[in-house]
């Protein structure tokens, strides 16, 4: 954890092969905004046909409520992962 | 930018040697975090003795109405922050 204040949360994450067991998926009240800032992995987004290949600099938004899986890390070396959740201000 | 909603803002930016001018200061009514991606930089953080040397993988959070300066950027090869900023939520 890098930061965690009222409304947000900063989370380095490393993994290194690992990914979410099959069948299950993230769901989250909170919006995310991921980026790979170094290796390589592939995300499943419910719905979508295709999984989503990340490569280094490469980010992806995932609102809240939408269920997410990590399908594949790279085995070979570690990806590192910038993860930002945080509540929207409602006005 | 990458990203803009309600109570943050998630922005890539790219530095080649550029710093602050001299005698401005950053400030902000938002509490910021900033990562340097790539390359390294040196900030100013007011009332603070020494600047902040930040290499790759360094990460600084900056309270809102701190004030703070780029001291310093490579001029060799370009500097990636990431900057997230937000407005904290009053519960």
């Known amino acids: 954890m ?3 204040r009222p409304g947000i949360r900063i989370e380095r994450i490393v993994s290194t092969g690992q990914t979410t067991p099959e069948c299950q998926w993230y769901y989250q009240d909170t919006d995310e905004w ?7 992995a592939r995300l499943r987004i419910e719905g979508e046909e295709e ?14 409520h939408c269920r997410h899986r ?10 590192v992962w910038l993860a930002i959740h945080w509540r929207e ?3």
């Open 2 to 4: 890098l930061v965690e």
């Open 34 to 40: 991921v980026l790979v800032v170094k290796g390589a």
């Open 51 to 64: 999984e989503r290949k990340l490569g280094e600099g490469d980010w992806i938004m995932i609102p809240a």
């Open 70 to 79: 990590v399908a594949w890390t790279d085995e070979e070396r570690p990806t």
């Open 89 to 91: 201000l409602r006005h």
